[in-house]
């Protein structure tokens, strides 16, 4: 089951880059819990949203705040129903034309072949100086 759940996370990444978000909000439960460690008031990517329409939500400000020149995931660990993932990505603030860079850990929790949280720990002081300009 491991292999499956990585295999799986690796088609979620995949679409990321071909801007199919559709493909990736496909594949999570109706009562997904999608969240980045940090506050709303800090960058509007952070927080939580919930269930698909809020996933749709979280790529929609992504798109809307965010230019990526990098998005790599780098390493998979499967464990039980997760996956951590370990990468580096390197964007542009749109609103402050400001660079960001950073090392992150992605966490995926699947049931029965669908991703039913995930959780992203990145530099929110990084994130929140760059949207502040």
């Not at 759940?5 to 109706?30: E, Q, W």
């Not at 952070?46 to 965010?66: I, R, Y």
């Not at 997760?82 to 950073?102: D, E, H, Q």
Request: net charge negative; glycine share 10%.
């Amino acid at each position: 089951m491991s292999e499956a759940n990585v295999d799986l996370i690796k088609s979620m990444y995949a679409a990321f880059g071909r801007g199919d978000i559709a493909t990736i909000v496909n594949t999570v439960t109706p009562d997904i819990s999608w969240g980045v460690t940090g506050r709303k008031s800090d960058f509007p990517t952070l927080g939580t949203w919930k269930g698909p329409a809020g996933v749709q939500g979280f790529f929609a400000s992504v798109a809307e705040h965010l230019d990526f020149s990098e998005f790599t995931p780098k390493e998979f660990y499967p464990s039980g129903d997760k996956v951590f993932v370990l990468g580096r990505y390197a964007m542009t603030v749109k609103k402050t034309g400001l660079p960001m860079a950073s090392d992150w850990c992605h966490i995926f929790t699947i049931r029965e072949g669908r991703v039913t949280a995930f959780h992203e720990f990145t530099d929110t002081a990084q994130v929140a100086e760059a949207y502040r300009g």
